[in-house]
């Protein structure tokens, strides 16, 4: 079944911070997380395995709690190139290598000058 | 490299008829999956590949067909059209093992009268 994301929607003012997070009710061994333009399609931004090792943006952070089955997105300072809406893709453990990625129902991300 | 290129961009069937949106990518990568994306829905997985002669269901494959005869092609058959099939569908494609970033195609609108 799909991850759920919170909060569904974020207005934000410029270099204010915002936290968007991901959980499961399954097992995860790995979470990406990505962003869509309008009328584009998603990029990737991060990805996070069990274990702590991570790949991706240098100006994006994300966390990844292993008891919680759940991880977090970090924007800080954000910008208005921020804008656009984030979804999380998460594959269980033990379909780690059917690439089976399974997308969240996204979170809309706001940034106003 | 194209990366993943999807064709048509744009097709308006009537109810009841069939089409194929084809998929393909050059990165020479295992893994390919098919997704539909509808407001408020997130990006739902419909099929995926972990190699050629390998397909498997996802999320919401009932209407629709695969079948992966090479690792660079991946086309989605919709057997009869249904307006509930009106959507925007994304390929996507990424090298095997949970470690890496999956890429998406443009995608394809697809309205279904």
């Known amino acids: 079944q799909q991850p759920v994301q919170s909060p569904q929607a974020v207005i934000l003012r410029e270099g204010e911070d915002a936290v968007i997070n991901c959980s499961s009710s399954k097992a995860l061994y790995s979470v990406h997380w990505y962003r869509q333009k309008h009328g584009e399609a998603p990029v990737f931004l991060m990805i996070?395995?069990?274990?702590?090792e991570q790949k991706g943006h240098d100006k994006i952070s994300a966390s990844f709690n292993e008891k919680k089955q759940q991880s977090s997105l970090y924007l800080t300072a954000s910008q208005l190139s921020y804008s656009g809406t984030y979804f999380c893709?998460?594959?269980?453990?033990?379909?780690?290598?059917?690439?089976?990625?399974?997308f969240g129902q996204g979170t809309t991300l706001q940034v106003k000058p | 490299n194209a990366g993943v290129t999807q064709t048509p961009k744009f097709q308006v069937l009537k109810t009841g008829q069939s089409m194929t949106l084809q998929c393909a990518q050059d990165?020479?990568?295992?893994?390919m999956s098919w997704y539909r994306q509808d407001p408020g829905m997130g990006l739902r997985l419909i099929h995926y590949s972990v190699g050629a002669g390998i397909t498997d269901q996802g999320e919401v494959p009932n209407g629709y067909n695969v079948s992966r005869s090479t690792t660079e092609d991946f086309p989605l058959r919709l057997l009869s059209a249904a307006p509930s099939q009106t959507s925007v569908y994304f390929c996507a494609s990424r090298t095997s093992g949970g470690f890496n970033e999956q890429f998406f195609g443009p995608g394809t609108r697809l309205t279904v009268l």
């Open positions: 990165m020479n990568h295992e893994y």
């Open positions: 893709g998460t594959e269980y453990s033990g379909s780690s290598n059917t690439g089976k990625l399974i």
């Open positions: 996070l395995l069990k274990g702590g």
